[in-house]
C-alpha cells in the first residue's frame, strides 16, 4: 500500500507514476492519504499517473485510491493518463482540493468502478484491512477484495 500524508513540496505529485512499460497490470493497490504540503502554488496530484507509451493495453484493477489532495485551485487526479486505460472494480473516493477528477485525460471507468468510503479497519496505524460489509469487499475482479488485502496475490 501507499500512505504518505505530507509529500514533498513539488509542483506535481503522484502515489505511483508508470512511464516506461506497455502492457502492464496495476492491481490490488491501496493508496491512501496522499497529497503535498504545500499552502499554495501548482501543487497537482494524482492517485496513479500513467504516460501514454505505458497506458496502451494497461490493465488495471482491484485498486483503492482514497483521501487524495492537492491545493488552492489545482487539480487532484485519480487516475490521470494520456493514453487509454480503463481501470475496472476500483474504488476512488474522496478526492479534495481545488478540482476533484476521478478519471482524468483519456483514463476511464469501466465495470465495477466503485465511489464509496472502502472502510479500512485502522489506517492510522497502517492497518488496510477491510472492514466487515466495506463495499470493496467481495466486489473486485473474480469476486476478490479490491486493495492491498485482496487478489490473489495480497499482503498478509
Not at 5 to 17: D, I, K, L, V, Y
Not at 27 to 49: A, V
Not at 59 to 81: A, K, P
Not at 120 to 148: A, I, R
Request: net charge negative; aromatic share 10%.
Amino acid at each position: 500500500y501507499f500512505h504518505n500524508s505530507n509529500s514533498s513540496a513539488q509542483s506535481r505529485n503522484w502515489a505511483m507514476e508508470i512511464t516506461s512499460s506497455s502492457n502492464i497490470k496495476v492491481y490490488n493497490n491501496t493508496i491512501d492519504s496522499f497529497g503535498p504540503n504545500l499552502s499554495s502554488g501548482p501543487g497537482y496530484t494524482y492517485g496513479i499517473r500513467l504516460d501514454s507509451s505505458t497506458s496502451s493495453g494497461a490493465d488495471l484493477y482491484n485498486n483503492i485510491i482514497t483521501n487524495i489532495t492537492s491545493n488552492g485551485s489545482s487539480v487532484t487526479y485519480g487516475l490521470y493518463t494520456s493514453g487509454s486505460a480503463t481501470q475496472e472494480y476500483s474504488d476512488i473516493w474522496n478526492l479534495t482540493g481545488g478540482s476533484s477528477v476521478r478519471y482524468a485525460g483519456f483514463a476511464i471507468e469501466g465495470t465495477g468502478g466503485i465511489e464509496d468510503d472502502p472502510m479500512f479497519s485502522d489506517p492510522s496505524n497502517g492497518d488496510y484491512t477491510l472492514q466487515s460489509g466495506s463495499p470493496c469487499e467481495g466486489t473486485g475482479k473474480n469476486g476478490d477484495d479490491m486493495g492491498c488485502h485482496g487478489g490473489t496475490d495480497p499482503l498478509p
